[in-house]
C-alpha cells in the first residue's frame, strides 16, 4: 500500500522559513513525478511546484512562489522536499505532496494517483 507522509510545517512569522518533507512508502518513486500543493480556507487546491523523475529533474513551480521556494528529491530516500524562503501570509494554508503515475510533472492535481494528507503551514504578519 502506497503511503505519502508530510512533515515540517507549523507556525513562522512572515520572513521565515519552513522545510517540508515528504516520505513515500510501498512504491520506489524514483521513476515518478513528485509535486506539492496547497489549499488555503476557503480556497481550491492549487500548484506549488513540481520535480519530474530522477532521469529530467526538471522543476516547475507557481508564478507567486518562485524565488522563494524550491522543489528537491532524494529517491535513495524516497522523500521530496519544498524549501519554503521568505515566507508570507498568503502562504498560510495546508501543504500536500502527491505522486505521478508517470515521470513527467504537471500542474494538474488530476495527473497525480497518491496523496499525503497535509501539513498545516501558517505565517503571521
Known amino acids: 500500500q502506497v503511503q505519502l507522509v508530510e512533515s515540517g510545517g507549523g507556525l513562522v512569522q512572515a520572513g521565515g522559513s519552513l522545510r517540508l518533507s515528504c516520505a513515500a512508502s510501498?512504491?520506489?518513486?524514483?521513476?515518478?513525478?513528485l509535486a506539492w500543493f496547497r489549499q488555503a480556507p476557503g480556497k481550491e487546491r492549487e500548484f506549488v511546484a513540481s520535480?519530474?523523475?530522477?532521469?529530467?529533474?526538471?522543476?516547475d513551480y507557481e508564478d507567486s512562489v518562485k524565488g522563494r521556494f524550491t522543489i528537491s528529491r532524494d529517491n535513495a530516500k524516497n522523500t521530496v522536499y519544498l524549501q519554503m524562503n521568505s515566507l508570507k501570509p498568503e502562504d498560510t494554508a495546508v501543504y500536500s505532496c502527491?505522486?505521478?503515475?508517470?515521470?513527467?510533472?504537471?500542474?494538474?492535481?488530476?495527473?497525480?494517483?497518491?496523496w499525503g494528507q497535509g501539513t498545516q503551514v501558517t505565517v503571521s504578519s
Open positions: 502527491a505522486a505521478g503515475a508517470t515521470g513527467w510533472a504537471s500542474r494538474r492535481d488530476v495527473d497525480y494517483v497518491h
Open positions: 520535480i519530474s523523475s530522477w532521469i529530467a529533474r526538471l522543476t
Open positions: 510501498g512504491r520506489t518513486f524514483s521513476n515518478y513525478a
